[in-house]
């Protein structure tokens, strides 16, 4: 069993396995990676590489996977690059359900991971692009599903648990970080509010947009692989995540260590690269820079509030690297609405 997460018995695998039609089996070998809650194995086959998975339980799962399934068959006939999914030979379904358990089969992709080249960056901002224009038309037959990390009264909520606990003292430090989040949150909500955000069109967006969901061969994109977070929101919500998450510099061990500052350069080639594709109007590109620190706040703030922790990270320390960097942006606001309007 892979330590610190779910794993599959070899009877529930074998059961699994029995409702597809690939042929001979060669191997099976666990992979660890994403949720650990969401065990995953690659299976190796007569007809080729498979990878399957066993989502976490959740009262909304069979309603999300098959609303995202709706939107990966959309989107792969449209020869956008998305992982194939493997449908059952029984039912012809590509989701599963067994002892309440809802898993899912595809096939195996190979590539590399996001290199951070100039290249690769711009290739992920005009898939993005691409993204949204195979999708604006999308007629999906399941409920909307709707939701943002933008004005979101959950998000302020949950701010303001931060920093209280009822068997201890409160923290004020941290309560103070909570604090200072929500004057950016508010004050960055209102000015995208004031652009125009409410007139914007809604249509399905990734929500997820970031180097972990994708492969890449000689800097070009060529899978997505994570359809979990598909909602309905204006597309520049989707956008400006992704501006975020191919610039933001981290990855020390400790957030401590982490700069303030953001990668203008890349943020500029991402949102390059999605300009190739749909042109955006003044208002929209003026509300980028909020809708980045209302995207990093809401991001940190609802697993911390949670469980006060991000990942295995410090839910303390993140949360005042994730501060240091909202007042950057915003600090910076002018200096990067001048620099993406060219």
């Given amino acids: 069993m892979p ?9 529930e695998l074998a059961e699994v396995l029995s409702h597809y039609d690939i042929g001979v089996i060669h191997q099976v070998k666990a992979l660890s990676a994403g949720d650990r809650r969401a065990p995953k194995m690659v299976v190796t086959s007569e007809q080729g590489k498979f990878l399957l998975k066993r989502r976490p339980k959740g009262k909304d799962d069979l309603y999300r996977v ?9 989107l792969a006939d449209k020869a956008f690059p998305v992982t ?20 899912e089969f595809f096939k195996f992709i190979t590539g590399s991971r996001y290199d951070g080249s100039v290249e690769a960056t711009t290739d992920t901002g005009r898939q993005l692009a691409e993204f949204h ?7 999906c037959p399941l ?96 956008l400006a995540n992704g501006m ?18 953001f990668d203008q350069a890349k943020l500029v080639q991402f949102l390059n690269g999605y300009r190739k594709v749909i042109k955006l109007d003044e208002n929209k590109l003026n509300s980028l820079p909020c809708l980045m620190i209302e995207t990093i706040i809401a991001e940190a703030v609802l697993p911390i509030a949670a469980t ?15 501060c240091r960097k909202a007042e950057w942006l915003n600090k910076n606001r002018d200096k990067l609405i001048k620099a993406i309007e060219y």
């Avoid at 224009?133 to 007629?139: K, V, Y």
């Avoid at 709707?146 to 201890?168: A, C, E, P, Q």
């Avoid at 610039?247 to 700069?259: C, K, L, M, Q, Y």
Wanted: aromatic share 10%.
């Fill in 3 to 11: 330590r610190g997460g779910a794993h599959f018995s070899s009877e």
């Fill in 143 to 238: 409920k909307l599903l709707r939701g943002g990390f933008h004005d979101s009264s959950t998000v302020r909520r949950h701010l303001k648990t931060i920093g209280y606990n009822k068997t201890t003292a409160p923290d004020r430090k941290l309560q103070k970080t909570a604090e200072a989040l929500v004057i950016l949150y508010n004050n960055s909500s209102v000015r995208v509010n004031q652009l125009g955000f409410d007139s914007w069109s809604e249509q399905i967006v990734h929500g997820d947009w970031h180097p972990g969901n994708m492969l890449f061969s000689r800097g070009k994109l060529t899978a997505v692989l994570d359809f979990d977070s598909v909602k309905i929101a204006p597309a520049v919500t989707d």
């Fill in 66 to 74: 098959a609303f995202a399934h709706a939107v990966q068959t959309h």
């Fill in 308 to 322: 006060g922790f991000f990942g295995h990270l410090s839910g303390a320390d993140f949360l005042r690297m994730i």
């Fill in 84 to 103: 194939s999914l493997v449908a059952t030979c029984d039912e012809n379904n590509t989701i599963l359900q067994l002892d309440n358990h809802i898993y």
């Fill in 133 to 139: 224009r195979h999708l604006t038309d999308f007629a």
């Fill in 244 to 261: 975020l998450q191919f610039s933001i510099v981290g990855n020390r061990p400790n957030p401590a260590d982490w700069p303030d500052y």
